[in-house]
């Protein structure tokens, strides 16, 4: 039998000074099931916290309602002070007088006395109802897997690592490093990037807490937080990375020559290969697509037709410690998580749609990182800067900013954030190269919103003598040797024709190719460029609507290095902190199954947007949903669609809304 | 003597939006008609038809249902669903006898405790201009 | 030979300057069966000038067409690209149901239909019907820059012709014919359009670009769909050279007067010898004619 115990609250003025209390006490105690009705000045008070805890022993209450504020407001306090009284603390119910009566109805005080009476009134049929429930602690696997080796996944699993847990960084290509290696030098203090990178790579290689897995994807990914189950597919790398020391005289002797994915097609690799001089691990894998033995393998197996590929297999012949395996295939591993970070970055904005721009037809129009990759010492060119149509000096460079970035006509209408700064920091750098370079600059608006941004663009201006015209150029073409860049400079009015020897487009940032899929199987959301969507933008950037799986870096949104790194260190903060508990608390207002009505439909696994319906079968064979209580966030969807009514919330059960419905015409 | 007709208006408002919406209007002090009751729900997606069809046989002039504006649900997608549900409900009402003003769907954000006085005030306003239902 | 019938708006210059555009325009779409029925008592369509002086009279001029035109059964066909980017301009506009009330009003005539697909371009109309050319003579050998101007393609949304940066619809027909045609950049850029009246030297320059570009990718001769354009490249050439001391010397065709070649109509009924930049030799030296 229930004994509600009502309590109203003054509110100091605020209810009271509108509701009249003693007319609204004197109706509570005629409600049904209601064994005791009082009143206090500030029930959320010490005091008011205590008479509500003296009165619950007193008469043996066992269903509290606490009629003042929102809910949204005082829930948790009152709770509390039920669970202090020895009371189940779900057996609450909260009727809001206040934000939703005196505070809105203060201009007739006879209907807001009456309207606090009928939302007691619901709040008791609803708190007769209330069962005792009773949150449930969950284990953690204290192993957080990083997914993504570019500087943001690096900064995660470094963070994470040095906190003390264990991380797995899976990277799909063959070496971690990601953009962030391939750039020549960093905006705005022309930091050497590879200087800086490379030393956290080899951290990252050595740390005792991490398990790199490289040439691996993530396949498959199940569980909730705290329980992950993730298939990651190790591609077939055709190397014993046990026995391989890295020596290098593969990659060196392999007779196959190919365009060079690194170095974005500007140099060539090798068909065994490390894809750059300080890749981490520092040892090759075979691209399959590319080798000559498993050319000569595919010949042998279709038949033998055409003329006959040679077996090559040197890299075979020479490696001192026998590491080529051939036998190797790829490979599905299930391994077991805490938390996940995403953090697979982006690529750049391809050009191809911008016909006015050659669409690739002309050699000396060139991108943003391509420039980078031939101003590296350590790229195709040896850190020359040359033209690929006839390898002469460019004496003057046109940069096109905003390809592929605000542009509504490309579908493309967000800023890239960066290439502001890294076109005028290649275009500082070709004057240090070589000070008779002239360059210009095609600019919609210069966004230097950064920490010693602005002064690195007046710097471009000042010290090294860029031009900068505002606007976006309408028609590049080929003239004899020359470039001509037709545009208009809208400050002055005026059309331009600026013949040049070399065309820079600042490509934008896109996320990488995979991540909407990556995404839907993570059951992360993503917008309609694929970018990964935060939980809240602005108080939650590294968390998702799942919880456990968080992301960083640029697969979220262009950023540039610092944001990335802060991201990084962000997620695996909020990673660490998870850790730092032993079990997870998961709340109790879920859906719960009453298998003997449930007929199997499963249209409540399908409705679920947090795949936490499931199904299983009885023992007499019957096909049931079974709720997982780790990931139900209790929204209540499937309820409204269950049709034999199996499924119910609870807290905000089908009975207690009739209930409180009904309640109104008591 | 013509007693002017004071509608009820049962309002299921989900928790993360409508709900702080009209508390907003609250804190706001902005007065709205006290017709409204207001029943609190996970989202708008847990309001089941039935919630609504019940109203009505107890007795309620008009029935709200409000959620938060599509795409900003806390659950994802939870809003789609409500939105559908009682796109299929609405011409029901008129096979049961109740007149389709009677129901509504409104987004209400928790910014805006605004609108959510002004779309009781309306819905109110009509609701006294059709009049006491016929049962 | 099945026979079907458009309306057809010829436009102002199309009866003067441009004379052989409308004559070898009639005589292809002749071959193809395709009869071209003249407006009776059409209007200028206020290129050029009207749009920037009056917006609703340079929506009024070529509704009243569109009005006139709404009795056949087909879409309203123009040669001159001006033309039709004024009536692609109106029927846009006219999407709007409270500026087809306006302009109702002021043209005083007849119920305004909402279809914005109800004009097309004469290249369009080749197009559509490709089947129907019959190709008695091959024009191998000839090296076509085809060159499509600013105002058939843009604004894409408007004129919904082709790609804005690279059509192909007008390569097509030349290649049906089986000339060659050349890869370059300049289609779709500007000739100058009608400033040749008031900023001559604007038009020599870009005119000059065009020529310049076509004959270093390699081109005999142009293809244009637009008397203004024909006018700027074409009559002013000699123009052109002087100013620039080149020698360009590159005659340009309507697309019509290669097509009508391709389906033996003479020189003479094709009018080739209006042309300021005689055609006649490269014709000759191609053994075309």
Redesign the interface.
Known sequence: MARVGVFVCHCGTNIAGVVNIPEVLEAAEKMPMVVSATDNKYSCSEPGQASIREAIIENNLNRVIVAACSPRMHEITFRRALASAGLNPYLLEMANIREQCSWVHSDNKEIATNKAIEIIKMAVAKVIRHEPLYPRQVGITKRALVIGGGITGIQTALDIANAGYGVVLVEREPSIGGRMAQLDKTFPTLDCSACILTPKMVDLSQHPKIKLMTYAEVKKVTGFIGNFEVEILHKAKKVDHLKCIGCGICWQKCPEKVPSEFDLGLGKRTAIYIPFAQAVPPKPVIDLSHCRYTKYLTWVATGQEGKKPPECRICEKLCPTAAIAWDQEEQLFTEKFGTIVVATGYQTYDYSHY??Y?SRDFADVITGLQLERLMSASGPTGGEVTRLSDGSHPKTVAFVCCVGSRDQQRGRPYCSKVCCMYTAKQAIMLKEHDPEVQCYIFYIDVRAGGKDFEEFYLRAIDEAGVIYIKGRPS?I???GKKLIVLGEDTLMGRPVEIPVDLVVLATGMEPSAGADELARNLNISYDTYNFMVEAHPKLRPVETHTDGIFVAGACVGPRDIPECVAQGSAAAAKVAALFSQDTLTTEPLIAVVNQARCIGCLLCVTICPFKAVDYQTTQDGRLIAATNESLCKGCGLCIAACRPKAIDLRGFTNQQILDEVAGLWL | MAVSHEPRIVGFLCNWCSYAGADLAGTSRITYPANIRIIRVPCSGRVDPLFVVKSFQLGADGVLIAGCHPGDCHYTEGNYHTRRRFALLRPFLDYLGIDQERFRLEWVSASEGKKFSEVVADFTETLKRIGPREI | MKQSAYPYYPGCTLKASAKEYDISARLVCAQMGIKLEELDDWVCCGAASAHGIDRLLSIALPARELVTAQKFKAPLVTACALCFSRFKFAAYELRNEAMRNLIKYIIGEGEIQQNSDGVIHLIQLLDNNKDDIRVKKLLNGLRVACYYGCLLVRPKEVTNFD?E??PQIMDKLIKLVEAETVDW??KT?CCGGSHMLTRPDIVIKLSHRLLY?AK?AGADCLAVACPVCHYNLDSNQKKIEANYKDNIGLPVFYFTQLVGLAMELSPKQLLLNKHFVNPMPLLQRKGLI
């Open positions: 016909k006015e050659g028609k073409y080929q003239d | 790609d940066e690279e950049k300049f850029e570009q270093q």
